[in-house]
């Protein structure tokens, strides 16, 4: 299943704790079911997502997956106590703080704490992550360190991760970035990223991996509840009501709403792959099921005859 990545960040503990056993189990099941790229970042659980999905791969063959994490928040020792879940959303103690750095000295740091949280020799993708308001320090610290990182051969490619899609665009013009991973912006729900940013990853030869595809849980279910998140945060009501008319339109076609939203972006020709966060095996199974299953031509031609997609927006076709 190469179009299907698993994101780690619920492994670590995102919003309430899991066992190791649990982490070991889900990885343990999309590797069953065929998957082999997986996401991480040190920011997830302070390390811990790091760590755990270090130890589920360790026995794996190296050359048979690939392996990305982020720079830019150094984990810096902390005596602070509690728990890290109101400050940074992990329910991990608070033995560490995210420090901002996109230095190149960081990046070096960074990398160099990851590989030992990671258990290996060599990282194939790193992504500055959310340089939102540190632009001029990742483009001119970190951008540079991870340019002569690749061209040393010491990591594979490299790109940004963001939240948003104004600021990828830019990396895209101004560096030689080879992917970026797209929160979020381009999903069933929305699609800011169309007009600008993917054609542009088109024309430069960069490769967009699709993350938050159900727009961080509003999407991941067939039934969209009043309880849903959207971007990480109580969805608002119209982001609800907008997700329950794709859910009751992809019910008429004997489709459930998360399987259109894995399957939607990777059908524009910028997007290579969709990574999904998973907290147990029966949630990266069902993803891998949505993944697979065929969906029928019209549901497309329903959601645009009902204004949801917009007529030149691509999407999959058997």
């Given at each position: ?40 970042a040190p920011h997830y659980g302070l390390g811990l997502s790091e760590r755990r999905l270090g130890a589920a791969l ?261």
């Amino acid at each position: 299943m190469g179009s299907l990545g698993l994101g780690a960040a619920t492994i670590g503990n995102l919003y309430r704790a899991i066992s190791d056993e649990t982490a070991r189990a889900t990885v343990d099941a999309a590797w069953e079911v065929g998957i082999r790229h997986f996401d991480t970042a040190p920011h997830y659980g302070l390390g811990l997502s790091e760590r755990r999905l270090g130890a589920a791969l360790a026995e794996r063959p190296r050359d048979a997956f690939v392996l990305s994490t982020k720079v830019g928040r150094w984990l810096e020792p902390s005596d602070q106590g509690g728990s890290d879940l109101a400050i940074g959303g992990y329910d991990v103690p608070a033995d560490f703080r995210r420090v901002w750095d996109f230095s190149a000295d960081g990046v070096k740091r960074s990398l160099e704490a990851s590989l030992e949280r990671l258990g290996t020799d060599r990282i194939d993708t790193v992504y500055i992550h959310d340089p939102d308001d540190h632009w001029v320090e990742a483009v001119e610290g970190a951008y540079p360190a991870l340019a002569a990182l690749r061209d040393q051969g010491v990591v594979g490619t490299i790109g940004v991760g963001m939240n948003q899609w104004e600021m990828p665009a830019a990396f895209v013009r101004e560096t030689d970035i080879d992917q970026v991973m797209l929160a979020g912006r381009y999903t069933l729900l929305e699609q800011p990223a169309l007009d600008e940013l993917l054609p542009l990853c088109v024309e430069r030869g960069v490769s967009v991996v699709a993350a938050a595809v159900f727009n961080t849980g509003l999407m991941s279910r067939p039934e969209v509840g009043d309880d849903a998140r959207y971007d990480f945060a109580q969805a608002p009501k119209e982001q609800v009501a907008r997700a329950r008319a794709l859910a009751a339109v992809c019910a008429r076609h004997d489709v459930v709403l998360p399987q259109a939203a894995i399957q939607f972006p990777l059908a524009h020709p910028a997007v290579t792959s969709v990574v999904v966060g998973a907290r147990t095996a029966e949630q990266i199974t069902d993803a891998a099921e949505w993944m697979a299953a065929p969906i029928p031509p019209a549901l497309w031609d329903d959601l645009r005859s009902v204004g949801l997609l917009g007529a030149d927006t691509p999407v999959p076709v058997p």
